[in-house]
Antibody, heavy 122, light 107 residues
Framework: EVQLLESGGGFVQPGGSLRLSCAAS????????MSWVRQAPGKGLEWVST????????YYADSVKGRFTISRDNSKNTLFLQMNSLRADDTAVYYC???????????????WGQGTLVTVSS | EIVMTQSPATLSVSPGERATLSCRAS??????LAWYQQKPGQAPRLLIY???TRATGIPARFSGSGSGTEFILTISSLQSEDFAVYYC?????????FGQGTKVEIK
């Protein structure tokens, strides 16, 4: 069974930085593309970023491009999201998710971790 | 960016009744559409991918249909555990985009 466990969330002031981690088990981590998806309090889901298994392909939402960096350590089965220049509208639960599908061009999110809350406020 | 629009925003249904949820894409996404269920305080769970293929372990009362720009999620006979928020998501183009969700509540 695939398990994804996020950590690293917390309270940070605007302009600050935070690094999220997602520890994966039960999968061949290096073979799987991974993503971050966020959900602001009481709102819907927003895709944030995706990275291929080899880290050769990386995608970002425009809302985080230039501020967030996705990366992975396949030797430790861990996904990361480095978040810089944080803003109040980055406040959300951040979920990591494994991607399923035959190619990077066509894949969906399954399964999801339980999420970690990031609060950006002064 | 492809905009996904779900309707209705809220659906009030009695247990045992059928629920029909709609999702419309602003341009064709072929059959590259997924549906997720989210209960309060929980992570989303994949229900359907490829517009109509049920994910592993998903009961047969959940079915998806459609292609191009119009999609439907049908829950044939609502059980108590099905009251939740449902999201559609396209994976035909980057950026990946979600609908705003349909809340299925008890009537």
């Amino acid at each position: 069974e695939v398990q994804l466990l996020e950590s690293g969330g917390g309270f940070v002031q605007p302009g600050g930085s935070l690094r999220l981690s997602c520890a994966a088990s039960g999968l061949t981590f290096s073979a799987d593309a991974m993503s971050w998806v966020r959900q602001a309090p009481g709102k819907g889901l927003e895709w944030v970023s995706t990275i291929s298994g080899s880290s050769g392909s990386i995608y970002y939402a425009d809302s985080v491009k230039g501020r967030f960096t996705i990366s992975r350590d396949n030797s430790k089965n861990t996904l990361f999201l480095q978040m810089n220049s944080l803003r109040a509208d980055d406040t959300a639960v951040y979920y990591c998710a494994k991607l399923e599908g035959a190619t990077m061009a066509r894949n969906w999110f399954d399964p999801w971790g339980q999420g970690t809350l990031v609060t950006v406020s002064s | 960016e492809i905009v996904m629009t779900q309707s209705p925003a809220t659906l009030s249904v009695s247990p045992g009744e059928r629920a029909t949820l709609s999702c419309r894409a602003s341009q064709s996404v072929s059959s590259n559409l997924a549906w997720y269920q989210q209960k309060p305080g929980q992570a989303p769970r994949l229900l359907i991918y490829g517009a109509s293929t049920r994910a592993t372990g998903i009961p047969a009362r959940f079915s998806g249909s459609g292609s191009g720009t119009e999609f439907i999620l049908t829950i044939s006979s609502l059980q108590s555990e099905d009251f939740a928020v449902y999201y559609c998501q396209q994976y035909n183009n980057w950026p990946r985009t979600f609908g705003q969700g349909t809340k299925v509540e008890i009537k």
